[in-house]
């Protein structure tokens, strides 16, 4: 994250379960806290309490993955 963020998406979202944007699933999970995922379907993370859920709509920064190799 950068300086002074202290929230930031991650790429979950929830779709009848858990997974990353490419879709692929969870293999690990840490959430702090899950709210009700009917209106909650994004997975963001917050330095101080872990992993939790939020409407997708709020401007927030991301973090981001590349793949090795794929330059």
Same mark, same amino acid.
């Given at each position: 994250?950068? #300086?002074?963020?202290? /929230? +930031?998406?991650?790429?979950?979202? %929830?779709? &009848? @379960?858990?997974?990353?944007?490419?879709?692929?699933?969870?293999?690990?999970?840490?959430?702090? #806290?899950?709210?009700? /995922? +009917?209106?909650?379907?994004?997975? %963001?993370? &917050? @330095?101080?309490?872990?992993?939790?859920?939020?409407?997708?709509?709020?401007?927030?920064?991301?973090?981001?993955?590349?793949?090795?190799?794929?330059?």
């Amino acid at each position: 994250m950068r #300086s002074g963020q202290s /929230v +930031s998406w991650m790429g979950g979202f %929830y779709f &009848q @379960t858990w997974m990353w944007l490419d879709q692929s699933p969870f293999s690990y999970s840490n959430f702090a #806290s899950v709210n009700t /995922v +009917s209106r909650y379907q994004c997975m %963001y993370l &917050q @330095t101080r309490a872990g992993w939790s859920n939020h409407s997708c709509g709020n401007a927030w920064p991301f973090i981001c993955v590349k793949k090795t190799g794929s330059c």
